[in-house]
Structures are given as structure tokens and as C-alpha cells.
């Protein structure tokens, strides 16, 4: 039980650093933050591999229950932003989101 929570916690540490470090250039392209959001983007795709290589098990099985957790997290950061959080407020709007 304690390696499932390990694993869980790093999957999540890691889905985290790659959303930080794909949506920091993002908001530059768009001109919605300066130049300087590029450093800690570098840095959190950096710390992104970084925690890939922590992780246990087969590659193949590994990345399959990250992109689980990826999914996951992805949708707490979309439900997180005020125009679509309002929209994915209630589960069923999330399960008929098209």
C-alpha cells in the first residue's frame, strides 16, 4: 500500500511538471506572459524527465498508468481556469464534454 501512495504522489509530481513546463511557453506565445516564463519552463521539463527516470517497472506499463494520472490532472488544471472550470463543474458535464 505504501509503494501504490509512492507511486501515485510521483506520477502526479510528474504530470504536474510537464503541464508547468508545456503551458509556461504557452502563455508567452500568446503574449501573455514575457520571455522570462521560457527559464522556469525549461527548469520544470527538466525536473519532468528527471522524475520519468524515477519511476518503477516495465516502460510500457509505467507510461500507461502515468498517462492516467496525466489525464487526471490535466482535467484538474482545466477545471481550475475560470471560463471552463465554471463548465466542468458537475460530472456529468465532464463525461459529455465535447
Not at 509512492?6 to 501573455?32: D, H, M
Not at 516502460?59 to 481550475?80: D, E, F, N, Q
Request: hydrophobic share 60%; proline share 5%.
Amino acid at each position: 500500500m505504501e509503494m501504490a501512495i509512492k507511486t501515485v504522489l510521483l506520477f502526479s509530481a510528474t504530470a504536474i511538471a510537464e503541464i508547468v513546463g508545456c503551458y509556461l511557453p504557452y502563455l508567452w506565445l500568446q503574449g501573455r506572459a514575457g520571455a522570462w516564463v521560457l527559464v522556469p519552463a525549461a527548469l520544470s521539463l527538466v525536473v519532468f524527465v528527471w522524475l520519468l527516470n524515477l519511476h518503477p517497472s516495465a516502460a510500457g506499463r509505467t507510461y500507461a498508468a502515468y498517462g492516467c494520472i496525466y489525464v487526471a490532472t490535466a482535467l484538474l488544471w482545466l477545471a481550475s481556469v475560470p471560463i471552463v472550470g465554471t463548465y466542468l463543474a458537475t460530472p456529468w458535464r465532464l463525461l459529455a464534454w465535447q
